[in-house]
């Protein structure tokens, strides 16, 4: 029953993350506005945010206008209240669940708006040096993602921010693992969706997930 609630609180947590990405860049407090629906605008009930069953109950479209939701915000809210009971199971470590959280937060950042802001990587940023030492991989990635931004190198600086933060938790090799897993990903994406401009950011964090779980079974 408690890992039930664990999972719901962090679908919960999930929900709101959803509201803070999408009000970051508006004039919209994502701590006091009332949620509503992006279309019609309709101030929305109890019973319309209760996450995951609202969503499966109106069958992923909105109660007052039936415009369909995304399915990101379903899914959103399921891997946030899986990261929630992974830690809580112990399957993860609480700074394990803390990088996945990171992932997710800037993974929908990047499926949104192609880029994510630095006040939020920042924050996490300051988290983790003050848990971890210093190393200096993390100069090189840092040093890349400076080269990205001044030089066209067909990946962002933000991707390369990312790699950054995650090296934290993996070695060089493991980085570059994640980077080739998250490039057949992407260019898989690619051929099927034809999209001229692809958010590198969810790929990667599937990438480290995947890994993650390889390392786990082994």
Not at 43 to 48: M, T
């Amino acid at each position: 029953m408690l890992s039930l609630l664990i999972f719901f609180f962090g679908s919960t947590i999930g929900s709101f993350l959803l509201v803070f990405v999408e009000r970051f860049f508006t004039e919209e407090s994502f701590i006091y506005g009332r949620s509503h629906c992006d279309h019609c605008q309709h101030r929305l009930g109890i019973f319309d945010l209760v996450p995951l069953l609202s969503q499966l109950f109106l069958r992923g479209r909105c109660r007052y206008c039936k415009t369909k939701i995304s399915f990101l915000n379903f899914f959103t809210e399921l891997i946030c209240g899986l990261i929630f009971l992974s830690a809580f199971l112990h399957f993860t470590s609480v700074t394990q669940a803390l990088s996945f959280l990171f992932c997710l937060v800037l993974s929908l950042f990047d499926a949104k708006n192609h880029g994510f802001p630095l006040l939020v990587w920042g924050g996490f940023a300051v988290i983790f040096f003050l848990i971890f030492p210093f190393h200096v991989t993390m100069l090189c990635w840092f040093f890349l993602a400076l080269l990205a931004e001044c030089f066209p190198l067909k990946i962002g600086a933000g991707d390369f921010l990312w790699l950054f933060i995650l090296s934290y938790f993996l070695s060089f090799i493991q980085l570059v693992e994640v980077i080739q897993i998250a490039s057949v990903l992407g260019l898989l994406w690619y051929v099927f969706k034809k999209e001229k401009e692809l958010a590198f950011i969810p790929f990667l964090s599937i990438g480290y997930l995947i890994l993650f779980l390889t390392l786990q079974i082994h």
